[in-house]
């Protein structure tokens, strides 16, 4: 199917789930113009208020997409990053390095360990997990 949606303006499109169905059937979506064609409708559509039936349309065309982008997009692996969790559970929590250091039994550490020049042991991954109620794989 080519791309046959362009410039949709959610003030021009029906009130009535038959009107929209009639503007773009409600069909499994098989390919990237599919994709294209309902994500058009889908952008043009949010962040409106909704007639019931708009509602509803919408529901089941954001279903579609996203069940479409799970099977057939790759989704990036986000990179693991211990440090980079460390870090913001600190300022989450108003630590600086020296809170930390306390925490995990040497004031100097926390410094080290938040500038990366030190890696966390396995005590401290275990203090660190029970004291911010994480799995300590966030620190690992």
Excluded: C
Excluded at 62 to 67: A, C, N, V
Aim: no cysteine; aromatic share 8%; proline share 5%.
């Amino acid at each position: 199917m080519k791309n046959l949606i362009a410039n949709v303006i959610f003030a021009d499109m029906p009130k009535d789930y038959e009107g929209l169905v009639r503007l773009f059937p409600l069909r499994p979506l098989y390919d990237k113009a599919d994709l294209e064609n309902a994500t058009e409708i889908a952008d043009a559509m949010a962040g409106h208020d909704f007639s019931k039936d708009q509602e509803d349309y919408f529901v089941v065309l954001t279903t579609m997409i996203d069940q479409y982008e799970r099977v057939n997009v790759p989704q990036p692996r986000r990179k693991h990053d211990p440090l980079g969790n460390l870090i913001f559970l600190t300022e989450q929590h108003q630590m600086n390095a020296s809170d930390l250091g306390r925490l995990l039994g040497q004031r100097e550490l926390g410094s080290k360990l938040l500038r990366g020049e030190r890696e966390l042991s396995k005590a401290h991954i275990r203090k660190l997990a029970n004291h911010f109620h994480v799995s300590p794989a966030m620190f690992m």
